[in-house]
C-alpha cells in the first residue's frame, strides 16, 4: 500500500538545486572521503594565537638578551629544523 502524500511524480532538479541536498556522484577511490588537513573549527584560530603571542613575546624580548643567550636560542632553533 503505498503512501497518499507519495506520488509517481519525480521533483525537478531545479527545485532542490542549491539546497545542499542534491546527491553528486562519488569519485573512484578513497578520494570522497573527507581530506586531512586543518581544522575548520576554531581550534586552528586559538592554537595560531598562542603561536602568535609566543613568537610576539620573543620579538618584543629579543633586544634585550644578551648576545650569548640569542646564540643559544638560535642553535636551540636550528637544530630543531635538523640543521
Known amino acids: 500500500m503505498r503512501n497518499r502524500a507519495t506520488t509517481d511524480d519525480g521533483v525537478p532538479e531545479a527545485c532542490v538545486a542549491g539546497t545542499g541536498f542534491q546527491r553528486e556522484p562519488l569519485p573512484l577511490g578513497n578520494s ?6 586543518a581544522a575548520k573549527s576554531g581550534a ?3 592554537a595560531n594565537q598562542v603561536v602568535e603571542a609566543e613568537l610576539n ?3 618584543s624580548t629579543w633586544p634585550l638578551l644578551s648576545p650569548d643567550l640569542r646564540q643559544a636560542i638560535l642553535a636551540i632553533v636550528r637544530a630543531g629544523q635538523g640543521g
Open 32 to 37: 570522497h572521503l573527507a581530506p586531512t588537513g
Open 44 to 46: 586552528l584560530g586559538a
Open 57 to 59: 613575546e620573543v620579538t
